[in-house]
């Protein structure tokens, strides 16, 4: 079996295939092989999406759609990627940037030559085409903001402490990173500002939130759930759940967290946590089963 890590750039640039040794590894009885960039795609800068608003900040969080991947008898494969952007423009507060989600189609022609490639020829090893924008709201039906959180609704028995736009505008406020497509057609996304695992119905309705234990929650020195301000213990600010996939045979969700909670070494001062292969602090790996 081969693994082909996806290239996929709003940037312009050319496809280098310099001389590269495969690296084969072992998991589960299977032998993969890396082949390096093997793919690039673009979206124009100025493309914009249904709404009307920029595809900017595209696949912050990113999956393929389930039963749309397939393999053509000429080598390449096709789909269509489910995808978020970042958490989007945060200027304009009153009318904010929705949380969406989008679906782009793609043809994955994949290049393990040694050769360089031409910038059109690269071009042509992904292409990628806009299909449809799904705007998200809350369960009340309210529409879901993506800047940076000012206020926290409080823990009630059917919620959790929520992220707010601010006080006096009670909107959810999200910050998707990853997302895993349940059997049943709903997603769950992974957030930076809880950090939270947020479950969406496919018409794209919150239905449901996952949080994990208090050690994750920024918590402040009065020990209060607080997203807005400096905490003292649980996720370093905008280092939340980056990873999130799902084991559809036993539907089981894995999230992984982009570095170590604060208590337990946070992040140097270039905001990056040390690996556990360097001998110090790691990220945390959770497992979820409906």
């Known amino acids: 079996m081969y693994s082909y890590p996806l290239l996929s750039s709003l940037v312009l640039c050319q496809l280098l295939s ?34 009307g608003d920029t595809i900017g900040g595209i696949g912050s969080a990113m999956t393929i ?71 998200q709201v809350d369960v009340d039906g309210s529409k879901l903001s993506g800047v940076d959180p000012s206020g926290t609704q409080s823990s009630t028995t059917s919620s959790p402490a929520l992220p707010l736009v601010s006080s006096s505008d009670p909107r959810l406020t999200i910050d998707a990173e990853s997302i895993a497509q349940d059997v049943d057609g709903t997603f769950w996304m992974g957030d930076e500002y809880g950090p939270y695992i947020y479950h969406f119905n496919s018409a794209g309705q919150r239905i449901g939130v996952i949080q994990p234990p208090r050690a994750f929650l920024p918590i402040t020195s009065q020990g209060y759930v607080d997203f807005s301000s400096s905490s003292v213990t649980g996720r370093v ?49 959770m497992q979820w089963r409906e």
Do not use: C
């Open 237 to 285: 600010g905008g280092q939340g759940f980056e990873g999130l996939t799902m084991d559809h045979s036993t539907r089981t969700l894995y999230a992984m967290l982009q570095s170590a909670l604060i208590q337990d070494g946070g992040v140097d001062s270039d905001g990056k946590s040390p690996t556990l292969l360097r001998g110090t602090r790691g990220s945390w790996l």
């Open 65 to 135: 759609k389930r039963g749309t991947w397939s393999a053509l008898k000429n080598g390449s494969f096709t789909g269509t990627f489910v995808m978020h952007p970042d958490s989007g423009p945060h200027g304009d507060l009153d009318k904010g940037y929705q949380t969406r989600q989008q679906e782009i189609e793609f043809v994955l022609t994949p290049y393990t030559g040694s050769s360089s490639l031409s910038l059109s020829d690269a071009k042509k090893t992904l292409s990628l085409a806009y299909r449809k924008t799904l705007l």
């Open 18 to 51: 310099s001389a590269r040794a495969d690296t084969p590894v072992k998991l589960g009885g299977y032998s993969y092989v890396s082949k390096g960039p093997v793919a690039f795609g673009v979206l124009a800068s100025n493309a914009v999406d249904s709404s």
